[in-house]
């Protein structure tokens, strides 16, 4: 007759060792990925892969590896119209006899079609194009303190000169 083995449980013998079944240590020690080929994996510090980084930056005219270059002053003007060509407002609009699209410039890409489009600003082409066929574009009209305002700028520059 033999006697009985005690088994311990695997998860009570893997408590603090480094092995724990984990296989190659890197990969469960919590740093995230190290990276595999060429610049993967090196992150901001990585400084000695980034010296190679500089010179290829340089290479293709940059001034650095890292963030952004130039600025931009708050002051300046940002044209914040949303933009849509005559092609695109065909395809999304179809057949409708008017068409309204406030905050938007009408661009003379494609063909124009019969139908009248209210926007607030239309290239000369998209004009020309629409009015050859048949269409319109009604133009919002600006008021009367913001034309005021692009004159005192045009005046102020004209003084400067």
């Known amino acids: 007759m033999g006697f009985k083995v005690i088994k311990r449980k695997k998860n009570r013998r893997y408590r603090g060792s480094k092995g724990c079944g984990g296989g190659f240590r890197q990969k469960r020690r919590g740093k995230g990925n190290k990276g595999g080929v060429g610049m993967s994996g090196t992150g901001k510090r990585s400084s000695q892969k980034m010296q190679h980084g500089q010179i290829v ?4 005219g940059f001034e ?25 407002i065909q395809k999304v609009y179809g057949d409708k006899k008017e068409i309204v699209l406030e905050g938007y ?7 124009g079609f019969k ?3 209210k926007a607030e600003t239309a290239s ?15 133009i919002k009209e ?3 303190r913001e034309v005021k305002k692009v ?3 045009v005046e102020a520059k004209e ?3």
């Open 159 to 161: 003084k400067k000169k």
């Open 151 to 153: 004159e005192k700028k």
């Open 57 to 60: 930056a340089k290479e293709h």
């Open 64 to 88: 650095k590896y890292f963030g952004k270059s130039g600025y931009t002053s708050a002051s300046t003007a940002k044209d914040k119209k949303d933009e849509m060509n005559l092609d695109d």
């Open 124 to 138: 000369k082409s998209a004009i020309e194009k629409m009015e050859k066929a048949g269409g319109k574009i009604i």
């Open 142 to 144: 600006v008021p009367i």
């Open 115 to 117: 139908v009248t489009i």
């Open 105 to 111: 410039k009408i661009l003379g890409r494609g063909e």
